[in-house]
């Protein structure tokens, strides 16, 4: 994502994208990698009380402090862009870690309880072999629309591909007409937003920057 080199067909090489239009990126690597190997983690962290999440809620504390303390970073301007897990990851860690003003979820908000649960839905995670998704009582506590409602009242955005195989777009919507009325019910309707694009699972790149530049208060080039 960061290497412009390399023309990844998810990411588009969107890291360095923004950072020719002025912004400072950072692209860490998240323990969700190596297939089944970080799966192997989570079941052991189980037993303790601890989910990935633990792990990566943390590193990204560490990170945000470190970038916060750098001479060319403004701390108050630190933003969340994640797609896929990464998106999972927008809806969560922003939650968790105050250094984050804003968080843009591309390609993973969901109705999050029929992903994990439905056995007639051919997306859902029954039907996958990622078993690390179900999350413990997560039927009785968030879907994504509350997880966004602590975001709040920081920005929040959706990127969200019309052939996005995640989910069709009517549960994406569904869902994230929760978000938007919160917002809106609060006065803050200015600061969430929803971009479908004709695509598939990837960065689009378009309503995200310019959100960003709004939210950031970022010239565009």
């Known amino acids: 994502m960061a290497d412009p080199r390399v023309e990844n067909p998810a990411y588009h090489r969107f ?4 950072a020719e239009r002025g912004f400072v990126t950072f692209a860490p690597q998240n323990p969700y990698i190596g297939g089944t190997r970080f799966r192997q983690v989570l079941r052991k962290a189980q037993p303790l009380g601890l989910t990935l999440w633990s792990f990566i809620v943390r590193q990204h504390e560490v990170i945000t402090d470190w970038l ?3 001479p060319f970073v403004d701390p108050r301007r630190l933003a969340f862009y994640g797609l896929s897990y990464g998106g999972k990851t927008a809806m969560r860690v922003p939650v968790l870690v105050d250094h984050y003003c ?7 908000f969901n109705e999050w309880i029929w992903k994990n649960v439905s056995a007639r839905a051919p997306y859902s995670y029954l039907w996958t072999g990622e078993y690390d998704m179900p999350e413990f ?11 966004s409602w602590l975001i709040c009242p920081r920005p929040f955005m959706v990127e969200r591909g019309h052939d996005d195989g995640v989910a069709p777009d009517e549960w994406v919507a569904y869902e994230y007409a929760k978000t ?8 803050l309707g200015e600061r969430t937003e929803i971009e479908f694009f004709d695509g598939p699972h990837t960065i689009h790149g378009v309503g995200t920057f310019e959100f ?3 939210h950031l208060i970022w010239p565009k080039p």
Request: hydrophobic content about 40%; charged content about 20%; glycine content about 6%.
């Open 137 to 147: 009582n997560l039927g009785n506590t968030f879907n994504y629309a509350e997880l």
């Open 102 to 108: 804003l968080s843009i979820c591309s390609a993973d």
């Open 212 to 214: 960003l530049h709004r």
């Open 68 to 70: 916060a303390a750098q």
């Open 15 to 18: 890291a360095f994208r923004l």
């Open 180 to 187: 938007r009325r919160h917002y809106v019910k609060l006065g």
